[in-house]
């Protein structure tokens, strides 16, 4: 399969509910420390996907080596935990490119120079596409909670640091994240990933935190760099929209099929 890049957000871009930025801790994080650090973790996947569905454009752009400057444009729509669809906007030789995702193991890609739907095979989850730093595995975990176990590292200062161990079964890339969870919303603002001999391969950081006029907050700025080359992409939130009622449709392999 030829190599492409899809990610929004979610990978990984993230929709939050709306309460005021401040540097208090949220009056729920006692509570939630006390039930433990799955409960917080769980807690903050909430408010990462606090929305029926979500339609976002994204430019999207490639630090290093070759691919220094690259930029992709993207319309990325979302609802539920496990449906999303993807429609290429630039440069022009991606246009006509479509991606639509139906849970982590049922991938559809329609590239822009064949006229025909492929299924995304398993080991192709885990490959960097177009030379970025994104894998379909880090699109699939929408809810942490639902493949990680998390234990508490260290809840002072600003940040609540959690260790997330990957769930017995679960088929994913990364034995280990670690993630510091902002105090005063519940949110996730950076992500350490480890591979399966405990190193540290990538680190995400997400800034920019800004409320949109329907009410959610959101982190405009995404960066994930690859420890091990150096390269990193960068994902920028140029609009967004959210509970428009997207039709089920777009998220299947017809309207892949039907072209874009």
């Known amino acids: 399969m030829k190599p492409f890049i899809c990610f929004a957000l979610l990978s990984y871009l993230i929709s939050i509910p709306a309460t005021l930025a401040a540097k208090e801790p949220d009056p729920k994080l006692a509570s939630l420390l006390q039930q433990g650090a799955q409960a917080l973790l769980v807690e903050a996947d909430s408010r990462h996907n606090n929305f029926k569905?979500?339609?976002?454009?994204?430019?999207?752009?490639?630090?290093?080596?070759?691919?220094?400057?690259?930029?992709?444009?993207?319309?990325?729509?979302?609802?539920?935990?496990?449906?999303?669809?993807?429609?290429?906007?630039?440069?022009?030789?991606?246009?006509?490119?479509?991606?639509?995702?139906?849970?982590?193991?049922?991938?559809?890609?329609?590239?822009?120079?064949?006229?025909?739907?492929?299924?995304?095979?398993?080991?192709?989850?885990?490959?960097?596409?177009?030379?970025?730093?994104?894998?379909?595995?880090?699109?699939?975990?929408?809810?942490?909670?639902?493949?990680?176990?998390?234990?508490?590292?260290?809840?002072?200062?600003?940040f609540v640091t959690l260790e997330l161990n990957r769930k017995p079964n679960v088929d994913l890339m990364y034995k280990k994240l670690v993630i510091a969870i902002r105090k005063d919303q519940l949110l996730i603002e950076k992500i350490?990933?480890?591979?399966?001999?405990g190193k540290k391969i990538k680190v995400q950081e997400r800034a920019g935190l800004k409320e949109e006029p329907a009410g959610n907050w959101m982190y405009r700025t995404i960066t994930l760099k690859d420890l091990t080359t150096g390269h990193s992409t960068v994902n920028e939130v140029l609009a967004v929209k959210v509970n428009s009622n997207l039709d089920d449709d777009t998220f299947s392999r017809r309207w892949l099929v039907r072209g874009l």
Request: aromatic content about 8%; charged content about 35%; glycine content about 8%.
């Open 53 to 158: 569905d979500q339609t976002i454009t994204v430019r999207m752009t490639l630090h290093g080596g070759a691919d220094e400057g690259k930029s992709i444009e993207f319309e990325s729509m979302t609802k539920g935990d496990d449906k999303r669809a993807f429609h290429f906007l630039s440069p022009a030789e991606m246009k006509g490119m479509g991606v639509v995702i139906r849970g982590k193991d049922e991938i559809y890609v329609r590239l822009p120079d064949m006229q025909k739907v492929r299924r995304v095979a398993a080991h192709a989850k885990r490959q960097s596409f177009q030379s970025s730093d994104w894998t379909f595995d880090d699109m699939g975990m929408i809810r942490l909670s639902n493949d990680f176990d998390a234990k508490l590292l260290d809840d002072k200062g600003e």
């Open 192 to 197: 350490e990933y480890f591979d399966d001999g």
